[in-house]
């Protein structure tokens, strides 16, 4: 939902007169607001539980949905997409821990199940919304429509899972130790994964635009996000094994250079292969690192992904925003993606010096956590 912006952004800067920086602040608003309000959805998540904290930020989302293209004006497009932003920002945190409570022995597992659902989403607003949407029903049309599916998604929540005293967390700390070292690690390491996957996603329209290849716009998403699907499908059956370890997050950032460095240099034809080697990359480090929260402080799941979610959307927004400053700087559309390079970079950097954690059983988490 969040990525029905983008294939937009060319349609925006002409109805709206949006900037090149105010194209990429807008896509990176909703970063920013998943980075500002992670750690109040911890909060909620120790009032309310789990299971509350995601039907809260469901109604949001719904409601951000449905206004953020009811009027024609930027300032409008801007606070609803804030609104829908909230929504997920204080849905994430919950998410890990209502895994850990349903999927004790599967917590790998049961994350990359999570994001299959995100990635399909992703998957069908980037490729739906430019050919099938934008052009019917316009830009405000082609983006309120997207509160259909969410309000489905809430009446679905609301009838089948399972009641709040699933959750364990109700009452638990949820201000988050920002003296811990580890947890600042891999809030920076997932900052790296959403510079690149954000970033890319950012920028593919209108750089395509910039090399007069508009036509190559939905493909390139599509690949882009589409090749989420493979891996997360992937990560569904090999999660469990790989979690905790050093080398996926080295593989994942190695795919990302490669990834974003040929989508800069190779010709534009070839944008939707780089394009999908990125996603990849990137997916797979997101994926894995939702799941380090319950391995290394598995009695404060929320707080501990509060933070890191504080840390590594924090870091995400600066990617794309000070793409579209490098742009209207340079004048030059390569270094709207500088940003997305050096955070592919540091990606293998953080994940080649990860805390070695323990992924066996649910009983030896805490062993794990307290010898590290």
Not at 85 to 114: D, H, K
Not at 174 to 199: E, H, K, N, Q
Not at 263 to 272: F, S
């Amino acid at each position: 939902m969040v990525l029905s912006v983008p294939p937009t952004l060319p349609a925006l800067h002409h109805a709206l007169a949006l900037s090149y920086s105010a194209g990429g602040l807008l896509t990176s608003l909703p970063v920013l607001i998943m980075a500002l309000g992670a750690i109040p959805g911890a909060y909620l998540v120790s009032r309310v539980g789990a299971r509350q904290a995601v039907t809260y930020g469901l109604a949001l989302l719904t409601v951000g949905a449905a206004l953020r293209g009811a009027f024609p004006s930027a300032a409008a497009l801007f606070i609803f997409t804030g609104v829908l932003s909230l929504g997920i920002a204080v849905s994430q945190p919950a998410v890990p821990s209502l895994v850990q409570a349903w999927l004790p022995e599967r917590i790998g597992r049961g994350i990359a199940i999570y994001t299959n659902g995100i990635f399909v989403g992703e998957v069908i607003a980037a490729t739906v919304t430019l050919p099938f949407l934008l052009n019917p029903l316009g830009w405000q049309g082609a983006l309120a429509v997207w509160a259909l599916p969410a309000a489905i998604v809430l009446v679905l929540w609301l009838a089948f899972t399972p009641s709040t005293k699933a959750s364990p967390q109700i009452g638990a700390a949820w201000f988050p130790d920002w003296r811990s070292g580890r947890i600042l690690r891999i809030g920076l390491l997932m900052g790296t994964a959403s510079i690149v996957y954000f970033g890319m996603n950012t920028w593919i329209p209108d750089t395509l635009d910039a090399r007069h290849a508009h036509g190559l716009i939905p493909l390139t998403l599509g690949v882009l996000n589409s090749m989420q699907l493979p891996i997360s499908l992937l990560l569904t059956l090999a999660a469990d094994a790989m979690v905790g370890r050093r080398w996926p997050f080295v593989l994942a950032g190695l795919g990302s250079v490669v990834g974003v460095t040929g989508y800069i240099l190779a010709p534009v034809e070839t944008a939707p292969i780089w394009a999908g080697i990125a996603g990849a990359g990137s997916s797979m480090a997101f994926i894995l690192n939702l799941g380090l929260p319950a391995l290394m402080a598995p009695s404060e799941v929320a707080r501990t992904t509060g933070l890191m979610l504080t840390i590594g959307y924090g870091a995400a927004f600066f990617g794309p925003a000070l793409g579209g400053f490098a742009w209207d700087w340079s004048g030059q559309f390569r270094f709207a993606l500088l940003p997305m390079a050096l955070g592919a970079l540091a990606m293998i950097g953080l994940g080649a010096t990860l805390p070695r954690l323990s992924v066996s059983r649910p009983a030896r988490l805490a062993e794990s956590a307290a010898e590290s």
